[in-house]
């Protein structure tokens, strides 16, 4: 028999279940309507608000120490700060639309080289399984060919019909860097005003419970995988430039995008790419790309403890599963939707289960 306090005991322990279990439905779909229809609409006005949040305490130094307006200071540190962005990005696009247009323009040269390690990698497959000379060349040189025309066929005319929606994203990025401009000169002048607003507001408690588990966990892994991407793409490029690589910037930013990738990392490149320069008989460069790969390897490994913690308290292979439905949801923007919105729900559901 099971007592009445028992049975009391496990109505609320289902009521706990049931109520998670909503919570975390319910969390789901507002994330996804969000990212799917109103997120576009708010980013400019999340961008201004942490400029406004940089921005914010040198403000105030100003107007204490030498009572320049806000509005003024304001408007002269943007500007400075646009063009120091603006600068760095445009030298930084530059030297990748040159190794971008070299690449393009050798890359029948590297098919030949990489056909002859092919040749050299295939041929010992075929030592090594007893098969008839070529037999795996030919298999895998076939249907790579297959793949290539695919790629021919289908991206390039796509990313050529595609040049006028890039052009109107272009001019979509301007006017909403002016209003992300304006947006911030609007919260720094009432900043006070809308911060005792919201302090006051009867919802202040329920928001104020969400932004404070989310500032712990997804402003804390976004900024850890940022400052690990830049920190990664700076030792594969200075490593890449040491060793006269061409494509030295070009390779270190794309590798240092997949490095953030839970359990892929930069050694699905890195390591692949050491073998075949061994094999191909270039040990000093083999060598080379192996200590890289294990330079970010042990950077990533000491950073992320220290910057990250257990502030997160979720597992790799969730945030993975969360790019990949991301992706298959949103598109190439879902790598970062998606690890972002488990973030949040888990968040809600800590704040409120």
């Excluded at 400019?44 to 406004?52: E, L, S």
């Excluded at 190794?99 to 990489?114: A, H, K």
């Excluded at 075929?126 to 290539?148: A, C, M, P």
């Excluded at 595609?162 to 052009?167: E, K, M, Q, W």
Aim: glycine share 8%; aromatic share 12%; charged share 15%.
């Amino acid at each position: 028999m099971i007592s009445g306090r028992g049975v009391i005991v496990e109505r609320e322990i289902s009521r706990i279940k049931i109520k998670t279990v909503l919570l975390v439905i319910g969390t789901t779909i507002a994330v996804y309507l969000f990212f799917r229809y109103a997120l576009l609409m708010f980013v400019p006005f999340i961008v201004a608000y942490f400029f406004t949040k940089l921005l914010r305490p040198i403000v105030n130094w100003l107007y204490d120490k030498i009572k320049m307006l806000k509005m003024i200071s304001t408007t002269i540190l943007l500007i400075m700060l646009v063009t120091l962005i603006g600068t760095m990005l445009f030298f930084l696009g530059k030297k990748l639309i040159e190794q971008i247009s070299s690449l393009v323009t050798n890359i029948p040269v590297y098919q030949e080289v990489i056909l002859g390690v092919l040749k050299k990698i295939c041929g010992c497959c075929d030592k090594l399984f007893e098969l008839e000379k070529g037999q795996v060349y030919y298999y895998v040189y076939s249907n790579g060919s297959k793949f290539w025309v695919g790629i021919q066929e289908k991206i390039v005319p796509a990313i050529t019909q595609r040049s006028l929606s890039i052009a109107a994203l272009l001019i979509s990025i301007v006017g909403k860097m002016v209003i992300v401009f304006i947006g911030v000169l609007m919260m720094m002048k009432d900043y006070d005003e809308y911060k005792s607003f919201y302090e006051n507001s009867r919802f202040y408690e329920d928001i104020h419970k969400v932004t404070g588990k989310l500032s712990e966990t997804g402003i804390a892994y976004l900024k850890t995988q940022a400052i690990i991407m830049m920190i990664t793409a700076a030792i594969m490029t200075c490593g890449l430039f040491l060793i006269h690589n061409k494509y030295a910037l070009l390779i270190g930013i794309l590798i240092s995008f997949l490095d953030a990738f839970p359990a892929l990392g930069c050694g699905l490149i890195l390591i692949p790419w050491a073998v075949v320069e061994l094999l191909s008989g270039n040990v000093v460069y083999a060598a080379v790309v192996i200590t890289i790969y294990l330079i970010c390897e042990l950077t990533r490994q000491f950073l992320e403890p220290k910057l990250l913690g257990d502030r997160i308290g979720i597992k790799p292979v969730y945030m993975l599963m969360a790019m990949v439905i991301g992706f298959e949801v949103f598109g190439i923007l879902g790598f970062l939707l998606g690890p972002l919105g488990l973030v949040i729900i888990s968040a809600v559901v800590k704040a409120y289960s």
